[in-house]
């Protein structure tokens, strides 16, 4: 009962091995081949798939196509986000994708045969998710229907509703100007540039500010290097994202003008930094791990796990509703076909492409978007090229398996590297 | 005893429909020792100590903690008196760090924002407290941990929450011999900070590695609580098993009767407890 044989190394916190960049550089590897990938093979897909199509189409790397690939993969993005909440607790929302077709609906309803005000008609649609959210969320928790099966009653029943609302499947649409703009139109060019410096400072403060705090504490903090590393990336990327989309991509600038950041990318980044908020820094959003992770524990530590089950249910309908509106605005219009075909399973597979687990417990809503952004590249290259839906479905397809795959593979590399 | 017990029951029964678990049930355990709970398959123990952690509702029997009477009837209740159980799954989530385990459902926030770094500073404490220095990183995921680091872990975290009353169940059950052996040293570290330590085993040699006094259960009776000098490995086995050894224990007629009482019901007991 006296010696341990494990490494005796003190309880202050040691995060790496070495603290230094060289250091992280190295747990990360370690990690990597640990099994824990996290987004890399969803980031890895993302320049494979670039490049190849890159190669393939010279249309694929221009500035026009580019802004295309940010509005073309909103709405599938949008509900991925969502759906990390759902997944995070094992569960599954089927209906997301009806879900956004609905709260279209209702929204183009209101503003093209009711007359109302854009906002009232977007907060009406909004409103409506909330309660679709609200409804299988009770159902799955109070009641104890596998969210399987709930959801695949309302992905038939809303369905239905949505044909209900559109007459029979008689399209509308839409010609408010600010409700067009949301997935068409782009930001001025200075607007977009403003909008990057202060996202790089932001996020520099907040990295500064957050290595002070445990420097003051006596933890053991980032380095300095590993944190001027992290905001440089950004820095360059993002700067580089914003220079594309600033660049002239009309075919014939003297008759129209089409530059700037499109304004989905601003919506996309302010929902991504609330969600990441929730999900990281609120005791919510551990709750919501912790649930996702073992039930039973988070029940006995006094999480009130039926209540945080009907809230993502919530966040996942609430978002599949502001999908739905950025959808209709993107086509103009709400048809009956909105949300349906094979919106949902793009999503649900956007989400664990971009590695959240099917088994609950483990995601994040940045790599929602990049599997999103992974997912729009595949349609939009593909289409490019020429190939039909028959090809972009079977290369999708087998995408997902590869991703599932990965997971599965690591998952097994992680049991045995003991993570 | 000269010093008033921490944790003091009188006369606990409790039944499930007709069986009776516990019948006349006394138990006390001090500040500053642990206490083994021994007993065999469906004595009670398990029974006895969801009475005290509030899962079950005792029938009857008198509760005294730190010397003035108290009634538990939820977990909520235990916990507000600074009683924590350690139980036997842990109930740890593997996809979170340390951490974030240890203040699972009660997370430090300041304006509504975790604050990361008090509470990585109060885990750290309370593991220096205890002596624990196998732990390589606070922030490592639990699924990265051997089986005795998840017992420290939850061990800790019953101690971060300022337990007065730490109950184990069985925490060496799953356990390798190093660690086991750390546990045990940790179990031990415990009891010298002054906590009061219960725990549930069915090991002897670790019951006799670091308990100061041993209550042996026998079909739901106690059949003797003495100190742990005070009797021979051989003799505890034989309170285990027969409810009586020389004596000590119970009575003859008793332990007959309780034979007989419990044979059949053995089994339910043990569906019971589940």
Redesign the interface.
């Known amino acids: ?15 790496v091995a070495e603290n230094t960049l060289g250091g992280y550089v190295r747990e990360y590897f370690a990690k990597v081949r640990g099994g824990d990938v996290g987004a890399l093979p969803a980031v890895a897909g993302l320049v494979v798939a670039c490049i190849i199509f890159g190669i393939a189409n010279s249309n694929f790397f221009t500035d026009r196509n580019f802004a295309n690939l940010f509005q073309q993969g909103a709405q599938v993005t949008i509900i991925a986000m969502g759906l990390v909440f759902v997944l995070l607790l094992g569960e599954i929302d089927l209906s997301a994708g009806f879900t956004s077709g609905v709260c279209a609906t209702v929204m183009a309803v209101l503003l093209t045969q009711h007359g109302w005000p854009w906002y009232w008609s977007v907060l009406a649609g909004i409103g409506v998710g909330l309660v679709i959210g609200l409804f299988l969320g009770s159902l799955v928790a109070k009641l104890g229907i596998p969210s399987f099966i709930v959801t695949l009653a309302a992905f038939l029943g809303l369905q239905g509703v949505q044909l209900l609302f559109l007459s029979g499947g008689t399209a509308i649409t839409i010609h408010n100007s600010t409700i067009l703009a949301i997935d068409n139109n782009s930001m001025p060019t200075w607007l977009g540039w403003t909008l990057y410096a202060a996202c790089v400072v932001v996020y520099a403060a907040l990295r500064v500010m957050r290595s002070l ?2 420097r003051r ?1 006596g ?1 053991v903090p980032e380095p300095w290097t590993v944190t001027a590393a992290r905001v440089l990336a950004l820095a360059v990327i993002a700067g580089l994202a914003t220079f594309a989309l600033n660049s002239e991509r009309s075919p014939n600038p003297l008759v129209i003008s089409l530059k700037g950041v499109p304004i989905i990318v601003p919506i996309i980044l302010i929902l991504l930094v609330i969600l990441t908020f929730i999900l990281s ?3 919510y959003g ?2 919501m ?2 649930i ?3 039930a ?3 029940r ?4 009130r796990v039926d209540r945080l089950r009907i809230s993502a249910f919530v966040f996942c309908s609430t978002l599949a509703a502001i999908a739905g509106i950025v959808a209709a605005s993107r086509q103009s219009g709400v048809d009956s076909n909105l949300g349906g075909s094979n919106t949902l399973l793009y999503a649900v597979g956007a989400a664990v492409i971009g590695g959240t687990s099917l088994f609950g ?2 995601g994040r809503v940045l790599d929602a978007i990049i599997g999103g952004a992974l997912i729009a590249v595949i349609d939009n290259g593909m289409g490019l090229i020429g190939f039909d839906a028959s090809r972009k479905f079977i290369v999708t397809g087998i995408v997902l398996l590869i991703a599932a795959g990965v997971d599965a593979i690591s998952r097994r590399r ?1 049991a045995a590297a ?2 | 005893m000269a010093t008033t017990p921490l944790l003091d029951v009188r006369g606990v029964n409790k039944s499930f429909g007709a069986v009776q678990v516990l019948r006349d049930v006394d138990f006390s355990a001090n500040a500053g020792e642990v206490t083994a709970l021994v007993g065999d398959n469906g004595a009670g123990k398990s029974t006895l100590i969801k009475c005290i952690g509030g899962i079950y509702t005792s029938d009857s029997g008198e509760y005294r903690f730190d010397g003035k009477p108290v009634t538990i009837h939820t977990p909520r209740d235990a916990s507000d008196l600074g009683i924590e159980i350690v139980y036997q799954d842990l109930a740890l989530c593997d996809n979170l760090d340390i951490v974030q385990n240890m203040f699972l459902g009660r997370e430090k926030v300041s304006h509504g924002i975790l604050d990361e770094p008090t509470m990585e500073q109060m885990a750290a404490d309370t593991l220096q407290g205890l002596s624990v220095r196998t732990v390589k990183s606070m922030r490592q995921l639990v699924s990265s941990l051997s089986g005795g680091q998840r017992q420290t872990v939850a061990i800790a975290k019953a101690v971060l929450w300022n337990g007065k009353l730490v109950i184990l169940d069985e925490p060496t059950a799953a356990l390798g011999v190093a660690q086991t052996a750390q546990v045990l040293e940790l179990v031990r570290q415990l009891a010298d900070n002054g906590l009061c330590v219960v725990l549930i085993s069915h090991n002897m040699n670790d019951v006799f590695a670091v308990a100061d006094s041993i209550a042996t259960l026998y079909l739901g009776q106690m059949a003797a609580q003495v100190k742990a000098s005070d009797v021979t490995f051989s003799q505890v086995v034989e309170l285990i098993t027969a409810g009586r050894s020389g004596e000590l224990g119970l009575r003859p007629a008793t332990a007959g009767a309780a034979a007989n009482h419990g044979g059949g019901g053995t089994i339910d007991m043990n569906g019971a407890q589940e």
């Open positions: 009962m006296t010696t341990v044989e494990e490494q005796p190394i003190a309880t202050t916190p040691a995060p705090g445990r504490r933890l820094r609120t005791a551990r709750h791990y912790a996702g992770g073992n039973e524990a988070a006995r530590a006094g999480i417990g483990k992680a003991g993570r």
